[in-house]
């Protein structure tokens, strides 16, 4: 199984300011004859399913404010919120799915400083 | 809109079968992959399978054994067996869209259903 780890567990932030949240893979995610990587992030808020937010490390789902970003490639991931919301405050989720069984971080709590 | 709607007991003994159906619509059934997922309280997300509406299925390795989806789309609908379930398996179980072409990612999710092991 491809285990997927977070850094930081929990992160607080102030309104307005940028959050990063990382992502490793422990093997290459990377599909090389699409040159895509099969790594998606979640957003999680209490009570409510994850929301996808990014898809393929970088591609934004549609209606997803554009203050959220994905990067990096093989076996690193970032997701950017560069300028925190109230209404940020969740936990979120990356996932891999260039292999079954597809698999999670353990997830990172976002909070307002 | 694509919605699913997740239906079953919320409350299943221990060593017997859990069973649970989502409803989909908005959307065919055909044409997509559809997983579920289950999430333990205050605990992380567990991919447990997929099934394509041809019947194609992928299964959890750590669940295979105890796990069976199926799919009916004369109803459009799929849904979830897992057998002689323990205490471990008490969970928020999702279902989703995706796993697999032109859906990899989980798109479109349920809003959950809590099952709880107990007697």
Redesign the interface.
């Known amino acids: 199984d491809i285990v997927m780890t977070q850094s930081p567990d929990s992160l607080a932030v102030s309104l307005g300011e940028r959050a990063t949240i990382n992502c490793k893979s422990s093997q290459s995610v990377l599909y090389r004859s699409k040159n895509k990587n099969c790594l998606a992030w979640y957003q999680q808020k209490p009570g409510q399913p994850p929301k996808l937010l990014i898809y393929w490390a970088s591609t934004r789902e549609s209606g997803v404010p554009d203050r959220f970003s994905g990067s990096g490639s093989g076996t690193d991931f970032t997701l950017t919120i560069s300028s925190l919301q109230a209404e940020d405050v969740a936990v979120y989720y990356c996932q891999q799915y260039y292999s079954t069984p597809y698999t999670f971080g353990q997830g990172t709590k976002l909070e307002i400083k | 809109q694509v919605q699913l709607q997740e239906s079953g007991p919320g409350l299943v003994k221990p060593s017997e079968t859990l069973s649970l159906t989502c409803s989909v619509s908005g959307d065919s059934i055909s044409g997509h992959y559809w997983s579920w997922i289950r999430q333990p309280p205050g605990k ?4 447990i399978a997929y099934i394509y509406y041809t019947g194609n299925t ?1 299964y ?3 669940l295979k054994s105890r796990v069976t989806i199926s799919v009916d789309t004369s109803k459009n609908q799929f849904s979830l067996k897992v057998t002689s379930v323990t205490a471990a398996d008490t969970a928020v179980y ?1 279902c ?1 869209r ?2 697999n072409y032109p859906s ?4 479109y ?4 259903t809590l099952v709880t092991v107990s007697s």
């Not at chain 2, 992380?44 to 991919?47: A, F, K, N, V």
């Open positions: 992380g997300l567990e991919w992928n959890n390795p750590s999702y989703a995706g796993g990899w990612h989980f798109d999710w349920g809003r959950g």
